[in-house]
């Protein structure tokens, strides 16, 4: 069934690359961005690279500036150049006390753009320094700027700003994003994905167990009667059979109601081919607070949202 409002908001769409994936999204949906773990955490510094340089020296300052309290000297360890051009490697303790935490920051230069690389090793691991700083080397120097509009054909990770070019597989990958749309302005869309989530009981296990907590309260089973389900259970993704529950829920003692939506795919774990992600969404969304005001879409204008942003979800390079 056509839902013209949602027709229209998809009139014009824009690809957006995060980590492995691609979603096709409205054109004018605020694009919002989440984690960026690839063996660390990342962070983007857009047109960043030509003040590179002063924030290495703010954060050399500031370890310098604390002693240690078990060790000669200050947290700052060492300044490594690199291991790109215009890079810096800054190793440091943990914390004053710290004796088995090593910090590592790569300050990466990706013209014009700099990332921030926050990894580190306990001596209590298996990972020693020299691991780390190998791994750190090898994501700078597959790592290049990326217009938010290119979508790369190669393997790898998309950064916000950034690519990283890679087919191993042997980093952790957790990335995400969240969408807001201004025609839409209580409606908010986000996913996730993580490549070495453990997995635990499956979704649909998890949904059945709240549903039976739920009946042996009665506060709780009044509740519970009160949630429209609008569809449940298996749904067909790129790369298999994901679940997903749909619900529209009362808005308390206002009239009105609201919207939440939920989707598990559980992948392969350690498979960049194949990773587990999730995807929400939620209306009546006022202050990052689902729930807190009156839907502005019906229960058919939301599943059409939903399936729309849904059915574009997919890996970017598929399996060869």
């Known amino acids: 069934m056509n839902q013209p409002r949602i027709d229209k908001l998809f009139e014009k769409t824009k690809a957006v690359c995060f980590g492995r994936f691609v979603v096709d999204v409205p054109a004018s949906a605020a694009v919002i961005n989440g984690p960026q773990t690839f063996g660390a955490s990342i962070r983007s510094v857009p047109h960043g690279a030509a003040t590179l340089q002063s924030v290495v020296s703010k954060r050399v300052a500031e370890l310098q500036a604390v002693k240690h309290e078990d060790v000669a000297g200050s947290l700052l360890r060492e300044i490594v150049d690199g291991p790109t051009p215009g890079s810096k490697t800054v190793i440091s303790w943990a914390s004053s006390h710290a004796t088995y935490l090593t910090a590592v920051q790569g300050y990466l230069k990706a013209s014009p753009h700099g990332f921030i690389y926050e990894g580190g090793i306990g001596s209590l691991g298996k990972r020693k320094l020299e691991d780390e700083t190998s791994g750190l080397s090898q994501i700078a120097t597959h790592l290049r700027a990326r217009d938010p509009a290119e979508v790369p054909q190669e393997p790898g990770v998309c950064l916000d700003v950034g690519f ?157």
Do not use: C
Not at 196 to 213: I, K, N, P
Not at 235 to 262: I, T
């Open 164 to 320: 990283i070019a890679d087919d191993t597989g042997k980093f952790q990958e957790i990335f995400g994003l969240g969408l807001r749309f201004p025609e839409l302005p209580d409606a908010s869309f986000s996913i996730s994905t993580n490549k070495d989530a453990q997995q635990g009981d499956s979704f649909d296990a998890r949904r059945a167990e709240a549903r039976r907590a739920a009946l042996m309260v009665p506060e709780l089973a009044t509740a519970f009667s009160k949630i429209k389900t609008l569809r449940e259970g298996k749904r067909k993704v790129q790369q298999g059979d994901g679940s997903e529950a749909l619900f529209s829920r009362p808005l308390g003692s206002a009239a009105g109601h609201w919207h939440e939506f939920q989707f598990e795919y559980a992948g392969k774990r350690f498979d960049h081919r194949n990773p587990s992600w999730d995807a929400t969404l939620f209306t009546g969304v006022q202050r990052d607070q689902a729930g807190s005001v009156p839907s502005g879409l019906s229960d058919d204008e939301a599943i059409a949202l939903w399936d729309r942003l849904m059915a574009s979800v997919r890996l970017r390079v598929a399996d060869r």
